[in-house]
């Protein structure tokens, strides 16, 4: 047990088993199809460009997390370096995002078993959304999540590894699969674009194409941070394999997604691609090429990997919100454990809140951009808060130091600001309002730490300004890292004089 009341049982095997399936979720069975869509062949540079920004954040959490090894830590990490309204900001931001991602792997199951159960969806009128019975199996299915969480870490553990394994096997068996059964390279051939085409279409997959939704999974290490074993140790290592394990994963499934497409679909070019068989694109393909037991495996993987991510983020979105209750950002009851040491109000209430969610009738194409947003704008604290916390704890032990700070947390914060604004107009501006208007109103009730937080508000208007701008999309990338630069020593000048005791922090040894 942790000073917390958190049982720390996970090793550094589970910890990146758990980065593992956050990251490998729905993402799979669509991401490879639309990046495809947006950028034909170059999806695989959008892939590894997606891959560098995503492990630019992970280096810097990576130092955070050997500082602050506590779960939930999105929420204790701004609150720790800039205050009550930074960090009022940080986790709720996190929290939005976490809460509705168990509803959309949740949704992505149905929407792929409802090809065989057509029962499971109905016609709302401008697309098919859950039936009775379906809105029914997705309350339980939310419920049996909430039920392994509930009965504790070394349960879900026990999950995430077998599942994960499954979710590692299954993605490259399909891969191999599809690439020696089409094999049609000269799809890989590119077609003459103009550079800024080429760019746009990359930029398009990365954001809603589903790419850095998909590679966003290594905070997961974060949030069971206070649940594992030598943290300081396990926490930066788990977010790099697990990570980097993933991104292998996809550029795998990409290319193999590539090279099985018929050509003879691509003559309106890879935009006009449709693949609408049962299950999805990956099952079109399978059956196309006559491979049965590859489809019926996608189907059943269609269950599985979503479940599996469903339950991590469940878990996940618990633990932000109980870091809250603790630091006095929610309501205290949050901050409440059961006899498992699990967070049980916490996670009964993402269990609510995700059923109240279904009844919304989201679907995962329409939510990334939305989600992609929220989760980059909770990220996009960790460059400030490394440089804030270097001169507010400098003695504090860090199992890892990132080096270079300055200049990679800039350029971090750069890359995290054309992610914001890369998730579309609509987007940014739905995942702006949802985060400014709650912390506005927290910010005239709590006016401690005002002063330490306003940059938040700059910052976030001043990305929604600018995309708002009839620019090309050169001259904007160019616009928005003039406008970091220019935040970014603000905010990291704006940090409070001695790190926020009622961040709950509490510095461990360094491991032996």
């Known amino acids: 047990m942790t000073s917390s009341g958190l049982s720390r049982q996970l090793g550094l095997g589970s910890l990146t088993m758990a980065v593992v399936t956050s990251t490998i979720g729905s993402g799979w069975l669509f991401a490879p199809f639309y990046a495809a869509r947006s950028a034909g062949p170059a999806a695989l540079g959008a892939w590894l460009l997606g891959g560098v920004l995503a492990f630019s954040l992970a280096l810097v959490f990576a130092e955070l997390g050997s500082l602050v090894s506590s779960s939930g830590a999105l929420a204790q990490i701004p609150l720790l ?45 401008q697309g098919q959304v859950l039936s009775a019975p379906g809105l029914a199996l997705a309350t339980v299915l939310l419920a049996v ?24 096997a299954v993605p490259l068996l399909i891969s191999i699969t599809l690439m020696l059964a089409a094999g049609h390279w000269g799809n890989l051939a590119a077609v003459p674009q103009p550079p800024a085409q080429r760019l746009q279409g990359m930029v398009t997959a990365i954001s809603s194409g589903g790419i850095l939704f998909s590679l966003l999974g290594f905070r997961t290490a974060m949030d069971l941070a206070g ?53 999805g694109p990956l099952v079109a393909l399978a059956m196309g090429l006559g491979l049965g037991w590859a489809a019926r ?3 059943l993987d269609a269950v599985v990997s979503p479940s599996a991510t469903a339950m991590a983020y469940m878990g996940a979105s618990a633990r932000v919100s109980w870091m809250m209750g603790r630091c006095g950002l929610l309501p205290g009851s949050f901050g409440r454990l059961n006899r498992q040491a699990v967070p049980s109000v916490a996670l009964m209430f993402s269990f609510g809140m995700g059923v109240l ?59 995290a600001t054309w992610a914001i604004s890369w998730c579309g107009t609509s987007a940014l501006r739905g995942a702006s309002l949802i985060v400014l208007v709650p912390a506005a109103l927290f910010a005239l009730a709590d006016r401690q730490h005002l002063r330490q937080g306003w940059w938040w508000f700059l910052y976030l208007g001043g990305i929604v300004a600018i995309t708002g701008l009839p620019f090309g999309l050169v001259t904007q990338l160019v616009t928005l890292a003039a406008w970091a630069l220019l935040v970014f020593p603000l905010a990291t000048g704006s940090r409070l004089d001695q790190a926020y005791p009622g961040a709950q922090y509490q510095p461990i040894a360094s491991p032996q």
């Not at 809460?99 to 709302?124: F, H, K, M, N, R």
């Not at 009965?151 to 077998?162: E, F, K, Y």
């Not at 989600?371 to 980059?376: E, F, G, I, P």
């Open 81 to 125: 370096s800039h205050g009550r309204t930074a960090g009022f900001i940080g986790g709720w931001s996190a929290w939005i995002a976490y809460l509705a991602l168990p509803t959309i792997e949740v949704l992505a199951v149905l929407q792929y078993l409802a090809s065989s159960l057509p029962w499971l969806t109905a016609d709302g009128g």
């Open 297 to 299: 495996l996608l189907l």
């Open 357 to 415: 969610m279904l009844l919304s009738g989201p679907s995962w194409q329409t939510v990334v951009s939305f989600l992609t947003a929220t989760l980059v704008i909770a990220l996009a604290m960790g460059p400030v808060s490394l440089i804030a916390l270097r001169r507010q704890l400098p003695e504090a032990p860090r199992a890892y130091r990132l080096p270079l700070a300055r200049l990679w947390c800039t350029s971090a914060f750069v890359l």
């Open 145 to 168: 999540l909430a039920w392994i969480n509930l009965a504790g870490v070394g349960w879900l553990a026990r999950w995430i590894d077998g599942l994960t394994v499954w979710k590692l």
């Open 227 to 279: 649940e594992t074993r030598q943290p300081q140790r396990t926490v930066p290592l788990a977010m790099g394999l697990g990570l980097g394990i993933s991104l292998a994963i996809y550029v795998i499934l990409q290319l193999a997604f590539l090279v099985s497409v018929p050509p003879e679909q691509l003559s309106g070019g890879w935009s006009a691609l449709q693949l609408t068989a049962h299950g």
